[in-house]
Nanobody
Framework: VQLQASGGGLVQAGGSLRLSCVAS???????VAWFRQAPGKEREFVAD????????FYADSVKGRFTISRDRSKKTVDLQMNSLKPEDTAIYYC???????????????????WGQGTQVTVSS
């Protein structure tokens, strides 16, 4: 499985961006998550879709502003980001694995495959 993330860019505070993660290879039943990493900080969980059931989970910092969605036919997982804040500035990565368990779904260590990252910059 290979992942390709896209959609990042520069936006003013309060604006919106839509990130897309396209997968190649078998991904049926896989969990897919978005993480982000700001300069000098550790990679942090943003949102995920858990396995085939489609259950979603969000970090408190983005809840109500970001929405993760999956299009199975296109093998894409999108992250719609609204009401962006300067603190959302980071490189955003999508990640996937077929063996994520519920209790570890927010840990980067739970994901085996990562996309290359896309830069999101929010100006104040």
């Amino acid at each position: 499985v290979q992942l390709q993330a896209s959609g990042g860019g520069l936006v003013q505070a309060g604006g919106s961006l839509r990130l897309s993660c396209v997968a190649s290879g078998r991904t049926s039943g896989f969990s897919v998550a978005w993480f982000r990493q700001a300069p000098g900080k550790e990679r942090e969980f943003v949102a995920d879709i858990f396995r085939s059931g489609g259950n979603t989970f969000y970090a408190d910092s983005v809840k109500g502003r970001f929405t993760i969605s999956r299009d199975r036919s296109k093998k894409t997982v999108d992250l719609q980001m609204n009401s962006l804040k300067p603190e959302d500035t980071a490189i955003y990565y999508c990640a996937t694995s077929e063996s994520v368990i519920w209790s570890s779904r927010t840990s980067p260590n739970a994901y085996a495959r990562w996309g290359q990252g896309t830069q999101v910059t929010v100006s104040s």
